[in-house]
């Protein structure tokens, strides 16, 4: 395998941040599912939570900075205590919210509030449906949860999230249940439309079409099942440079529960900090824009599953 750095050659100066529009805020790994696919390798059973110490270091971040964006994630991030804190404090400060949502989280006991608070914060909703077939949404995260991603699509619906002339919206996202890539994000976004307008009457804004991360968990379920090596060399063969100029990271920081700053959730997982000079950890609590704005990203092979055919992203395809 040619290292994913050699790809960068060409641009002599590696991978480097534009700015910051994003920040990204992992929550924990605690959530209600435990799907194959998890990056974060999240679950029932892990108990890795942001303080909230950390949650008002970020507030405190977003209230001396310019980044218009927040964008939280998890596990399940509407499962931590102070899930409604962080969101209510950001949209105090004037700050677009997203939440990355498995759609299930809703009815999970005392979470009945949700719909209406994000309808109240017009929080921007990130959510879950790797499939419109029941067969493969269940096999990939679960038993029951296609049947509970359509009655939370349903309730959403019902107050104004995902129709076309409202504001408040609702994307849904796609990943393989197999591996390989994604099919082209306009025409798989077309066939969502169609058989979950048709079958249930839901509508949704937009469909984000993302590629497996083989890292952590879904590396361990590709190895188990003899298909790791297969899928590194399908998407390094896909290399597309023409993805390079909107990975993510390019307009983004991740900060992880315990505090420290990334160049992306993956990178987190993988435990590759930003650092100072001294090769000490960045922190929220003493972040300054400065420190990672045209920072070099950190990169490795890892990052072929963002570069490969149309690219992908926290916001689906990169290009068409
Ligand atoms: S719902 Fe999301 S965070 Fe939870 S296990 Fe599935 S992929 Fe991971
Ligand atoms: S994994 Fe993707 S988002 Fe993260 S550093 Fe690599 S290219 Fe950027």
Request: glycine share 8%; with cysteine.
């Amino acid at each position: 395998m040619q290292p994913f750095a050699h790809r960068l050659q060409p641009a002599r100066h590696g991978l480097s941040r534009r700015g910051v529009d994003v920040l990204q805020v992992n929550m924990g790994r605690y959530c209600n599912l435990a799907c194959v696919h998890c990056h974060v390798e999240s679950g029932p059973t892990r108990k890795e939570m942001m303080s909230r110490e950390v949650i008002d270091a970020v507030l405190r971040f977003l209230a001396r900075s310019k980044v218009p964006t927040l964008d939280i994630t998890g596990g399940a991030p509407e499962l931590h205590p102070d899930f409604a804190y962080l969101v209510a404090g950001a949209r105090r400060l004037g700050r677009h919210v997203m939440d990355r949502c498995n759609l299930t989280v809703i009815f999970e006991p005392g979470m009945e509030y949700l719909p209406q608070f994000f309808e109240l914060h017009g929080v921007e909703l990130v959510c879950s449906l790797p499939c419109y077939s029941q067969e493969n949404v269940d096999r990939q995260r679960g038993k029951g949860t296609f049947e509970a991603s359509i009655r939370a699509l349903k309730l959403l619906n019902d107050i104004g999230y995902g129709q076309p002339a409202g504001d408040l919206v609702l994307n849904l996202v796609y990943n393989p249940v197999g591996p390989h890539l994604p099919p082209p994000q306009d025409k798989l976004e077309q066939d969502y439309r169609k058989i979950l307008g048709e079958q249930f009457g839901i509508v949704f804004n937009r469909l984000f079409c993302l590629t497996n991360m083989p890292i952590t968990r879904y590396a361990t379920h590709l190895k188990l099942r003899g298909e790791y090596d297969r899928y590194i060399e399908l998407l390094e063969a896909n290399f597309n440079s023409m993805t390079l100029d909107h990975v993510m990271c390019r307009d983004l920081i991740s900060v992880g529960w315990e505090g420290k700053i990334y160049d992306c959730d993956f990178n987190q997982m993988l435990d590759l900090p930003l650092c100072d000079g001294n090769g000490k950890a960045l922190r929220i609590e003493t972040l300054s824009l400065d420190q990672v704005e045209r920072q070099k990203i950190l990169v490795g092979n890892h990052c072929y599953a963002c570069t490969a055919g149309a690219g992908s992203s926290c916001g689906g395809a990169l290009v068409s």
